[in-house]
């Protein structure tokens, strides 16, 4: 009877040879994942706003900051623009998934509601009609926004939400808050949807701050106690430079232990022009 022998063990230098490809092949891999992560970031770069409207009595200041996961990044945005009424709209948003696909959807989104904001200044009209038209797409995906209208002449400000985190606020006179204003669905999600809208009047300077659920949210760090964060920095510096407050907004996000994307959009207002 004749016992089976086992094969021999390969030679160190068949190992090695292994290895090397082994380690050629995660080389590969980190390349292209490396590429797609920069291509990403180009294009997420690309499709936010290379600047933010100069206007009288009115100073914005943005942040967008990277997903700290450094593999995925995000489609949150912010948008600013004068319409063709003279008004001011100003936006923000968040969009479903963490890929290339989710950035473009973004760039949509952006091209869309100001397409529409081209047809009409009501902001309820605005986002039911780009909802309609992000639908009629099939893409598959939805974003969250809330969406702005200022009216420097009458001072009028109305907003409408779609899923998205309300805005903070802050008055001289000492007022704030969270605004909870009623919303309607995210983007992209139930067809022919009617978007509420809640409409305030600027009387007195004060400052706004949009922000994405990055900024607030995170594991195990509920979004109520970041809006809290928030609402504390915003109070105490509803008169500062807006980049210094958009910078201080941003890094609440450091709090949450978040690992989502991030961004702020600070409008600040210095009152009407008699208020002395």
């Known amino acids: 009877m004749h016992r089976h022998r086992p094969d021999p ?20 891999r980190i390349k292209f994942q490396r590429a797609r992560v920069e291509l990403a970031m180009a294009l997420q770069r690309h499709m936010l706003p290379p600047g933010l409207p100069e206007l009288p009595g009115l100073h ?3 942040r967008y900051t990277p997903s700290r996961d450094g593999l995925d990044v995000g489609g949150d945005w912010y948008d600013a623009f004068v319409m063709k009424d003279g008004s001011l709209a100003f936006a923000i948003g968040d969009v479903q998934g963490h890929d290339v696909e989710a950035i473009a959807f973004m760039g949509q989104v952006r091209t869309s509601l100001r397409a529409v904001a081209e047809a009409t200044s009501d902001t309820r009209e605005v986002l039911s009609r780009a909802n309609d038209v992000l639908i009629s797409m099939g893409c598959g995906l939805f974003a969250t926004c809330c ?5 420097p002449v009458s001072r009028d400000l109305t907003v409408s939400r779609a899923g ?7 008055t001289a006179g000492g007022e704030s808050g969270v605004a909870l204003d009623r919303g309607g669905p995210p983007l992209g999600i139930v067809p022919g949807e009617r978007y509420p809208v809640t409409r305030r009047r600027l ?7 949009l ?7 995170g594991p195990g760090y509920p979004i109520e106690a970041g ?5 504390k920095l915003v109070r105490a510096g509803f008169d500062a430079d807006p980049e210094v407050l958009a ?11 978040h690992r989502d994307d991030a961004a702020v959009l600070v409008v600040r207002y210095d009152g009407p022009p008699d208020s002395g």
């Open 9 to 28: 063990p390969e030679s160190a230098h068949q190992l090695l040879i292994t290895l090397g490809q082994l380690v050629d092949q995660a080389l590969e």
């Open 147 to 151: 969406f702005l209208r200022f009216d």
């Open 227 to 231: 809006l809290d964060e928030v609402a």
């Open 247 to 257: 910078s201080a907004v941003v890094k609440v996000a450091d709090l949450t232990g």
């Open 211 to 217: 922000l994405t659920d990055g900024v607030v949210e």
């Open 164 to 170: 998205h985190v309300p805005m903070v606020w802050a």
């Open 60 to 62: 914005f200041a943005a």
């Open 203 to 209: 009387t007195e300077a004060g400052v706004l701050v």
